[in-house]
């Protein structure tokens, strides 16, 4: 048996395990576009600690925050809620699923570049909010709103993967529960707080946690639809790693921003396999 597993395991350590050693070995040395194919220079971790403090990784850190925020919240909400009005089923809702599971299986390029347009000064979310005499909206180009509507847009891929899980887990409730709630008079609104929901814990831990991973590693979106601006209103971390390393070639800074970023992944990972191992036990 362990033979058969040798070509997968040389496979991961070619394309998984040396990437992460060399980040590491980067993250640590003095790397810069004068000895990328030099030798690199020992200075510990700090490099790490010169890059953490900087205001671009806070002002990065912080982006994260409201857009892993917008992602999980918008999303999950907006799954949960398109779940419960596919739950019973009817003559539309398999063409409905069949949309979401295409949306969802869109490529990131491609859905990035169709809501650019989309939300363009001359695109069309602006051209139906001047039919309602709404001034435009500068959705990629003013304030905080760059950043709020990748989230969005990003959230929107979310909502149909949501929805098809949530889906599954109220079709999988027990039918005589949800029907002796309705024996006992237990209107629509009680039946969701407190049976529909309940049940719904485990798969609402699991969806929240996959769905941070994925929020938090997210690059496509924004490098397709604002390129982390204007300026740096939209930069998360992984698109700060992306600017240091390859726009002003700070290789070492670069690699330190993604070495951060890696940890507080599998910080996330580790939680998300704790709480599945505790649902399982349960």
């Known amino acids: 048996m362990g033979l058969y ?52 990784f806070r002002e990065a850190a912080v982006n994260s925050l409201i857009y892993v925020g917008l992602v999980v919240g918008v999303g999950l909400g907006g799954g949960l809620a398109a779940a419960l009005v596919l739950w019973r089923g009817g003559p539309l809702s398999g063409f409905t699923l069949a949309l979401m599971v295409f949306s969802w299986a869109l490529p990131g390029l491609i859905n990035g570049v169709d809501w650019r347009f989309l939300l363009d000064p001359r695109g069309m979310v602006d051209t139906i909010l001047s ?37 599954a887990a109220l ?30 814990r485990p798969t609402i831990l699991v969806l929240t946690i996959l769905s941070l991973l994925y929020a938090f590693k997210s690059f496509d979106f924004i490098y397709i639809m604002t390129f982390g601006g204007p300026g740096t209103a939209s930069t998360t971390l992984p698109f700060l790693s ?9 290789f070492s800074d670069g690699a330190a921003v993604a070495v951060i970023t890696l940890g507080l992944t599998i910080l996330m990972a580790l939680v998300y396999l704790r709480s599945v191992h505790r649902e399982e036990r349960a």
Do not use: C
């Open 131 to 167: 039919v309602a005499r709404v001034a435009p909206v500068y959705w990629l180009v003013e304030g905080r709103l760059p950043l709020v509507s990748v989230a969005l847009v990003n959230a929107w891929t979310v909502v149909p993967f949501a929805t098809l899980v949530f889906r």
């Open 242 to 250: 992306y600017r240091l390393a390859f726009e002003i070639y700070k």
């Open 171 to 200: 079709l999988d409730m027990p039918g005589e529960v949800l029907a002796a709630a309705d024996v006992d008079g237990a209107r629509p609104r009680q039946t969701l707080r407190y049976i529909v929901l309940p049940l719904l």
């Open 5 to 56: 597993l040798l070509p997968a395991a040389l496979f991961l350590a070619v394309l998984a395990l040396y990437p992460f050693i060399e980040l590491i070995h980067m993250s640590v040395s003095q790397v810069s576009s004068d000895n990328i194919f030099g030798d690199w220079p020992f200075i510990g971790t700090a490099g790490v600690q010169a890059v953490a403090v900087t205001a671009d």
